[in-house]
């Protein structure tokens, strides 16, 4: 049980707002908990030991009794519930407003097994991998195509579903720089666990340098000798997975899978269960099945010189 509370990420070591103010009230309640928990005890204890009267006065037993029953069994559990009730409800009007205006407004879109994050305002998608300045409260724009997933990144904020059919929102914020696990927090099929993404927060500079590289459709036609291999491998992507990747300025506008445009920049492969390196990436594309069995991409069987030069293009997507 206490292996649970250690590590990262932990709803206990909250780094944005709207998560300190979830772990104080679980704090509360572990404290109010412990205090009765404690004071059932003692009664307890209490009257095992206590040494019988040999001519009980039924009259006082009674009396005590029933003040008993009224003070710990109905006026302190009141007072106890009042009290949470109270701090519940202010609870949840700090995690309905952040504390300044959210400028920036992000749609995230839950899919079977990975996550489709736009930026409408700036005009360009990625996936698994969401970017925001530090210090400032992001607006969460959150819907699903397919099944119920929920959106969680417990050192930022609480689970809030995706559901098909209706929008949900909330806003994230983070204290500190850092990169923050984020997870699908309700079942949503056979590869509901290895659906995982990162938030990264960073400072503003960094931030606009990021969006402004995302905003960028991908190189345009490779040339030279050592683009030779990298313009094949264009034309292998053209043959095998176009129809479901987009690649920005190219004519692949596919979109049952994620937006390759920047994949070379993103950190991890397949929602997070990957690092996004030259290895990792050829064995996704040869037989995404092995490493995610389910998932909705299909193995390929392209020839070893196709698959290079499927990397050399790939690797060119920064
Ligand atoms: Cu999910």
Known sequence: ????????????????????????????????????????????????????????????????????????????????????????????????????????????????????????????????????????????????????????????????????????????????????VGECAEFCGIQHTKMAFAVVAEAQTEFTAWLEQQRQPAPGRPLGPVENLALEGQQVFQKSCMICHTVKGTQATGDLGPDLTHLASRRTLGAGILPNNTGNLAGWIVNPQHIKPGNLMPPSDLTSAELQALLAYLALLE
């Open 1 to 180: 049980m206490l292996a649970g509370c250690a590590g990262s990420p932990s709803i206990l070591e909250p780094r944005g707002p709207a998560a300190a103010e979830i772990a104080n009230i679980w704090w509360l309640l572990l404290a109010l908990g412990t205090a009765v928990f404690l004071a059932v005890l003692a009664f307890l204890l209490f009257s095992l030991f206590r040494r019988r009267r040999t001519l009980p006065d039924e009259a006082t037993t009674n009396r005590t009794g029933t003040r008993i029953v009224v003070w710990a069994g109905l006026l302190a559990p009141a007072v106890i519930l009042l009290v949470v009730y109270g701090l519940t409800i202010r609870g949840l009007r700090v995690l309905a407003t952040p504390a300044s205006a959210d400028e920036l407004t992000i749609h995230v879109v839950g899919r079977q097994w990975w996550w489709e994050v736009r930026y409408p305002q700036h005009g360009f998608e990625t996936a698994n991998e969401i970017h925001i300045p530090v210090g400032q409260p992001v607006q969460i724009v959150l819907s699903s195509p397919d099944v119920i997933h929920s959106f969680w990144v417990p050192e930022l904020h609480g689970k809030l579903d995706m559901i098909p059919g209706q929008t949900n929102a909330y806003w994230l914020q983070a204290d500190a720089p850092g990169e923050y």
